[in-house]
């Protein structure tokens, strides 16, 4: 019931292109986010989702975010996370589209799932580099499988706790960070604890992406003080994600955009 109020109310703010004023978000909504052709890597990452939608498997999930909406257990099979927590192919591949227009070198993710996601992120340009951080180890073992099937070799899983983890991972990463995807934990606490640290990372070019910014109402509260904060510049809100950028000669501006549908 909240996600659907949230919708409406996006709706009535959400426009297109038409009456766009901003060169930058004009050229990024008509040439990456709406754009709706195939890539190759596309297909063997679709594959492998129709595997794991299709495999007998259980296994026990330690939970340490917010939970799920669909109010599944501790053992759960792995067709069904991959049927509700895996993000769906359009949402995946917007991902894949802006991390092939913005060319990161260095990319992170705050909560790997299955992979699937991931495998999108790091397809996009094999050269650059994926850090991506998953909080339960039998979850952690099927993304690794996902990745020695699609023969990514420029993934890094950092398993464990993200609270415990991602401070380190970000001291010994040396380079900035250039694209972040916040997928790891939906309250607003730690959302807003990951933001603050990936941002002492972070420098003018770099792409903060914010899933499922209108969950619940905690959500929605991180993402106006993630907005409201003073290093973002510009913000694009397409309902499922939230976009931020910290561009200092772009005017501040927030964005509601309505996305191409599938």
């Known amino acids: 019931m909240f996600e659907l109020l949230a919708y409406l109310k ?23 986010i709406c754009h709706d052709g195939p890539f ?38 792995v067709a069904a996370i991959a049927r509700t927590a895996a993000k769906p192919p359009h949402l995946a591949q917007l991902l894949f589209r802006l991390v092939n227009h913005f060319q990161p070198a260095t990319v992170l993710e705050l909560g790997t799932s299955l992979g699937l996601t991931t495998a999108y ?14 909080g339960c180890p039998n979850v952690a073992a099927v993304a690794r499988a996902t990745f020695a099937a699609l023969h990514l070799a420029n993934v890094e899983l950092v398993e464990g706790n993200l609270d415990e983890t991602l401070g380190p991972a970000l001291a010994a990463l040396g380079d900035p960070v250039d694209f972040v995807f916040f997928d790891g934990n939906h309250r607003r606490a730690p959302t807003l604890r990951y933001f603050e640290q990936c941002l002492a990372k972070a420098h003018e070019d770099s792409v903060f992406v914010f899933d499922d910014i209108h969950w619940s109402e905690e959500m929605e509260q991180a993402w106006d003080a993630i907005r409201a904060h003073p290093a973002v510049t510009v913000t694009v809100d397409l309902f ?23």
Do not use: C, M, N
């Not at 996006?10 to 990456?32: D, E, I, K, M, Q």
């Open 10 to 32: 996006y709706h009535l703010r959400a426009g297109t292109a038409h009456g766009l004023h901003s060169p930058f978000v004009y050229g990024l909504y008509t040439t990456v």
């Open 40 to 77: 190759a890597a596309f297909a063997p990452i679709e594959a492998r989702r129709r595997a794991l939608l299709r495999s007998p498997d259980r296994i026990t999930v330690t939970d340490l975010g917010a939970g799920s909406h669909t109010g599944a257990g501790q053992v759960r099979r």
């Open 121 to 134: 992120l790091a397809a996009a340009d094999s050269r650059h580099r994926v850090v991506t951080f998953e």
């Open 240 to 262: 499922r994600i939230g976009l931020v950028f910290f561009r200092k000669k772009q005017p501040r501006q927030d964005f509601w955009l309505r996305p191409r549908r599938p």
